[in-house]
């Protein structure tokens, strides 16, 4: 079965601080993944996906980035953070099943 | 494209009785839904899938209902317990080079 690996599990930054979270994937290969924000209390805000190593598609303009340098890697990247960035960030995969994953997310606090 | 609405955004349920979260979707072309359960902090996880070639599903505890005819899914859970308390999500599997979308959940609070 699929498992999902994100970190840290919760960060404190300042604001114009850069931002590095990472996703990696055990037990599939070539998997669409998938970065998600959440609010508190509200729904999944999808930001990037992926369809392969080096493939990245946006889905709404902002101030954060993502890469995928292996297969089984999923980046998101700021270079200055902002207030607005605060948020839970989630890591999804969706394998050769057709269930989509979800990482334990990342709490992000930005100050 | 989808939609995904959730009735009641939040349900307050005693222990021991049993819980309906209800979930409408708008694409009459999707055929896989899955139902996901958060707890506070941590990710979503799997809880029941069910195909459009059926109209009922049964796990421990939980059952999905699909009605096609009206777009409408529910998740029964029985004997709603303490750990049953969560944000549920259903999530209709995308169409072809879409992606999925999720409403903003149910927070179920079960109450002692």
């Known amino acids: 079965s699929q498992t999902i690996h994100q970190w840290p599990a919760t960060l404190v930054q300042p604001v114009g601080s850069p931002l590095s979270l990472e996703c990696t994937v055990e037990?599939?290969?070539?998997?669409?993944l998938y970065w998600y924000r959440q609010a508190a209390g509200r729904g999944l805000q999808l930001l990037f996906y992926?369809?392969?190593?080096?493939?990245i598609s946006s889905e709404v303009p902002q101030n954060l980035s993502a890469s995928r340098p292996q297969d089984r890697q999923f980046i998101l990247s700021s270079k200055k953070l902002l207030l607005s960035d605060s948020g839970f960030y989630l890591c999804?995969?969706?394998?050769?099943?057709?269930?989509?994953?979800f990482g334990p997310g990342t709490r992000l606090l930005v100050l | 494209g989808e939609s995904v609405g959730l009735h009641l955004p939040t349900l307050s349920v005693q222990e021991g009785d049993n819980s309906i979260i209800n979930c409408a979707y708008s694409?009459?072309?999707?055929?896989?839904f899955i139902w996901y359960k958060q707890e506070s902090g941590k990710g979503p996880q799997f809880i029941i899938d069910?195909?459009?070639?059926?109209d009922k599903r049964q796990g421990q505890r939980v059952t999905v209902l699909l009605n096609k005819t009206v777009k409408h899914l529910s998740l029964q859970i029985a004997a709603t317990q303490p750990g049953d308390s969560a944000v549920y999500f259903c999530?209709?599997?995308?169409?072809?080079?879409?992606?999925?979308?999720f409403g903003p959940g149910t927070r179920l609070s079960v109450l002692p």
């Open positions: 999804a995969c969706l394998g050769s099943q057709e269930t989509q994953y």
């Open positions: 037990g599939t290969s070539n998997p669409n």
């Open positions: 992926s369809v392969g190593i080096g493939q």
């Open positions: 694409n009459s072309a999707s055929d896989y």
């Open positions: 069910i195909r459009s070639n059926m």
């Open positions: 999530a209709p599997y995308p169409p072809h080079g879409q992606n999925f979308v």
